[in-house]
């Protein structure tokens, strides 16, 4: 399908990009990481070009870059990739929107992989800011579950 979409519509299409994040998935989901990094990589690339970086679909698929870099124990890389995403959602959706949340969380457990607990309370008590006090209990304990 993907051989078939970049001969039909070019290889920098949206649809190839589309194509490109399915099969990474795919790809992620069968453990074969490498492949699916290099796959979402070009997804990402494409979308950027195509949309510009703070269109919901490329910062889907930067969340799961660094994502992926998280789950291969790359917690330098995917901490940059998180902190590059809280920006670009800041830029796009405002400094208190609850999306920003999510990616905020990722960030501050993946500081905490990396052994900074520091850097990643500041992030967690963010997260609380912008989903009030109500909140507060259900990051910490998402937070204490994944580690």
Not at 17 to 37: D, T
């Amino acid at each position: 399908m993907l051989a078939l979409r970049e001969k039909a519509l070019g290889p920098e299409h949206l649809d190839v990009a589309l194509s490109l994040s399915n099969l990474a998935m795919l790809h992620y989901h069968q453990k074969k990481y490498e492949a699916a990094e290099r796959l979402l990589d070009r997804a990402f690339r494409i979308r950027a070009k195509q949309l510009g970086v703070e269109r919901p679909n490329t910062l889907a698929c930067l969340a799961n870059l660094a994502g992926l870099c998280r789950k291969r124990g790359r917690y330098a890389e995917a901490a940059q990739l998180y902190q590059r995403l809280v920006e670009l959602q800041e830029e796009a959706l405002g400094p208190s929107h609850p999306e920003l949340a999510t990616a905020l969380k990722d960030w501050a457990l993946t500081l905490r992989k990396a052994k900074q607990s520091g850097a990643a309370m500041e992030i967690e008590r963010r997260v609380q800011t912008i989903l009030g006090f109500e909140g507060k209990n259900k990051i910490e304990k998402s937070v204490r579950s994944r580690q």
